[in-house]
């Protein structure tokens, strides 16, 4: 069997984020068509569909990975995940590969539709992930306060302005501020889109390079779009990188 993995398809949970296109070429042989088993290639990843399995996986896993690594506590499963403890954790896994299949998904959604519509659509998943973080910023801070859990007074001290704050994206709140990360990612994909379709990879990988550099020596500085209360982790400068980078190498698939 001869696999080539082209465009994904999407969840409506997960977006066009998820599941490459599998295309299964036959071989013909002596025998005819041949297949994994009848060339003793059983291993090999040959599953017809319009989602590649293998990077649902992969994402899975480090879902899996990031709840054990930041939820669980000590456990033994750490042996399995790394425990957050080296140079990398599960996290620039996902977004990576979150890039990689944007790259793949609208690399041919825009050779089928047209660049507007494939940049509509990008938008569009951006506007979808600003009001989920929107309301998972609201409803994990109220489950703070109700449950006398960590962080929880910050609602409590004055409920209009966090509500206001969070909706223009002044602020957000412990755990679920990847989410903001992928809002803007997404917002700015289709400006990636068209250096991709101009043969700009290498200047697109060359000014996200250089903004990661910028942020390893002026990390306050470089609060992208503007600071964001209570995000301490993803701010965009630095995680941009694993996203462009994927999404770079996710379009640029066939070549």
């Not at 060359?206 to 470089?222: D, H, I």
Request: charged share 15%; aromatic share 12%; glycine share 12%.
């Amino acid at each position: 069997m001869v696999m080539s993995v082209g465009g994904t398809t999407a969840h409506e949970a997960d977006g066009e984020l998820a599941g490459a296109t599998v295309t299964v070429v036959p071989v013909e042989g002596e025998q005819g068509t041949a297949t994994p088993e009848k060339t003793g290639r059983g291993w090999c990843y040959g599953e017809e569909g319009r989602r590649d399995l293998r990077l649902d996986l992969l994402r899975g896993f480090a879902v899996f990975a990031m709840v054990v690594d930041h939820i669980g506590g000590d456990s033994w499963l750490h042996a399995l995940t790394g425990g957050n403890r080296f140079f990398v954790s599960a996290a620039e896994g996902f977004v990576f590969i979150s890039g990689l299949t944007v790259g793949l998904v609208y690399a041919e959604r825009a050779r089928r539709e047209g660049f507007r519509a494939a940049a509509t659509r990008l938008l569009n998943r951006s506007w979808t992930l600003y009001t989920l973080a929107v309301w998972l910023a609201l409803a994990t801070a109220l489950a703070a306060a109700l449950f006398d859990l960590p962080r929880g007074a910050i609602l409590g001290e004055n409920p209009a302005r966090f509500i206001v704050e969070v909706l223009t994206l002044q602020r957000t709140f412990y755990l679920v501020d990847v989410m903001l990360f992928y809002a803007f990612a997404l917002a700015l994909a289709p400006v990636a889109l068209v250096a991709l379709r101009r043969g700009g990879w290498w200047l697109l990988g060359l000014c996200s390079l250089a903004l990661w550099g910028a942020y390893q020596v002026w990390p306050m500085a470089l609060q992208l779009p503007w600071p964001i209360a209570d995000n301490p982790v993803f701010n965009f400068a630095p995680w941009q990188l694993l996203f462009f980078g994927g999404m770079i190498l996710g379009y640029g698939r066939e070549a």
